[in-house]
């Protein structure tokens, strides 16, 4: 069975601070998705990235970055220099990739965690 | 750029009552995901539509049912409402079914 897993409920952070988000996945499929997206307190659903299974590549996108290691099954997302404006729930999520297109089906979220950013 | 636009923002529904929430997803999008999220609580994938037919379906109560129309956008039907149907339900599309997500900003039901 897929699972994602977000150890951490809730962090609190100074602004200016670097903060890393958690995310260990299972999964018994050898190729899949995994994304974070960011919710804010107005609600919607911003999507932040996607890996598949088969890059394993850093990668950093202004002070956003993730890292991703397949041997413990982790997807880390580190926000450098937080600031106020991060302050949101934050989801990792896992989907399979269906067939050799790669249809990726449905999102396992984890249970999010929340960031809050004090000035 | 066009986003997914979802309709109403907000419902207030008494118990056994019905309700309709509206996606229109976005232009040349023609995969639509549906969403329920709990308060406090992460999104649970209820069903999806490639080109108008169910792609796959999750945890979806039967007192529900949803459809892809000809062009594109979908409705979700909701019926003898309850409590816990009380929600904030996302609307998601993407031009293929191995493109990442992009979600609505959801409706917001509340059944009393």
């Known amino acids: 069975a897929q699972k994602v897993t977000q150890a951490q409920t809730e962090i609190s952070v100074v602004e200016k601070e670097d903060v890393t988000l958690d995310c260990v996945y299972e999964t018994r499929d050898t190729t899949y998705y995994l994304f974070w997206y960011k919710q804010p307190p107005s609600g919607e659903l911003v999507f932040l990235i996607r890996r598949n299974s088969f890059d394993e590549q850093n990668e950093i996108s202004g002070r956003y970055s993730w890292n991703f290691q397949k041997s413990t099954s982790s997807f880390n997302f580190t926000i450098t220099a937080s600031q106020v404006v991060d302050s949101a729930v934050y989801f990792c999520?896992?989907?399979?990739?269906?067939?050799?297109?790669?249809?990726?089906?449905?999102?396992?979220f984890g249970k999010g965690t929340k960031l809050s950013v004090k000035p | 750029a066009a986003g997914v636009i979802q309709s109403p923002r907000h419902l207030i529904k008494e118990k056994r009552e019905t309700a309709t929430l509206k996606c229109y997803p976005i232009p040349r999008h023609d995969t639509v995901y549906w969403y329920q999220q709990g308060p406090g609580q992460d999104p649970q994938f209820l069903i999806s539509?490639?080109?108008?037919?169910?792609?796959d379906k999750g945890s979806i109560p039967d007192r529900f049912s949803a459809q892809q129309f000809s062009d594109y956008h979908s409705e979700l039907n909701m019926s003898s409402l309850e409590l816990g149907d009380s929600a904030l339900y996302f609307c998601?599309?993407?031009?293929?079914?191995?493109?990442?997500?992009?979600f609505g900003n959801g409706t917001r039901l509340t059944v009393t």
């Open positions: 999520a896992l989907s399979e990739a269906r067939n050799y297109g790669g249809s990726q089906g449905n999102l396992i």
């Open positions: 539509f490639y080109e108008k037919m169910q792609s």
């Open positions: 998601a599309s993407s031009p293929r079914p191995d493109s990442p997500l992009h």
